[in-house]
């Protein structure tokens, strides 16, 4: 009998930002936390914004990252199935992931049943109402002849210039979760209008806002923002008992009688 049974979700790492002794200790962290789940983790989600940058050439990918490269590909050899999200930093995931690690990489949300819970999952980055710049701004950089004629720049230019361009967008919008906006927040009314044709749907599961929060949107009806790793240090845990938001506490974390890690229920 697999022993493993838990789902997993964690978005917005930033990985290579703002400098690569910041990002090397969330990544440290991150799979500190990749190793406690590995015995339990049936699924990985992770739901967009891994990377700060991610960008494939035919030949070459963003150096670096090897310690949680190496870390997914230990999970997937043991068993557990690797879903990656596309986010609006790291938009262009082509063939490396599936090939390299066996992952399944996903640019629409995605919906699933989980242990008789019904979820949506999303990055949530052009969803909703408004923001209609940068819907247009996203369909230009994903059009295939944008892509082709992006990799027509050597790897140091179009690295360097898409990391530049990573960076002006996070000095820009700088999210923590104090900024939730209520029933304002453009994540909810695209819940609100996806449940209004499918109410089947349980949790609606969203990284992008770098909010850790659940929000009951309808009796039983759960929107969930899953925080990141920057401030937070969250992820969601769905396991055949309950659905639970989560903050690693780490090595040098508090540690708690019942469990390592702070639970919040949902």
Not at 16 to 30: D, I
Not at 83 to 100: A, C, I, K, Q, V
Not at 137 to 154: C, D, E, G, N, Q
Not at 216 to 229: V, Y
Request: proline letters at 4%; glycine letters at 8%; charged letters at 25%.
């Amino acid at each position: 009998m697999n022993a493993k049974q838990n789902i997993y979700f964690a978005s917005d790492l930033h990985l290579g930002a703002p400098s690569r002794e910041e990002s090397l200790l969330r990544e440290r962290r991150f799979v500190q936390w990749l190793e406690s789940i590995r015995s339990q983790a049936a699924e990985l989600f992770l739901v967009g914004d891994v990377f700060d940058f991610w960008f494939e050439y035919r030949h070459a990918v963003p150096k670096g990252y090897v310690r949680i490269l190496g870390k997914l590909a230990e999970l997937a050899d043991t068993g557990t199935k690797i879903h990656l999200f596309t986010g609006n930093h790291d938009l262009w995931y082509r063939s490396y992931f599936p090939s390299e690690i066996g992952a399944q990489v996903h640019e629409q949300p995605v919906r699933r049943e989980l242990h008789g819970r019904r979820f949506y999952i999303a990055h949530g980055d052009g969803l909703g109402p408004g923001d209609r710049g940068y819907k247009l701004m996203k369909k230009v950089f994903t059009f295939p002849l944008s892509i082709w004629a992006y990799r027509l720049l050597h790897p140091d230019l179009g690295i360097w210039l898409a990391g530049y361009v990573s960076g002006m967008s996070r000095d820009y919008q700088r999210e923590t979760d104090d900024s939730f906006l209520g029933e304002k927040e453009f994540l909810i009314a695209h819940s609100r209008a996806v449940l209004a044709k499918s109410p089947d749907v349980d949790y609606f599961v969203y990284g992008h806002r770098h909010i850790l929060r659940d929000e009951e949107i309808q009796p039983g009806k759960h929107t969930i923002f899953l925080g990141d790793w920057i401030h937070f240090f969250s992820y969601l845990e769905v396991s055949p008992d309950a659905v639970s938001l989560c903050r690693f506490a780490g090595e040098t974390g508090n540690v708690q009688a019942s469990h390592k890690d702070e639970k919040f229920r949902v």
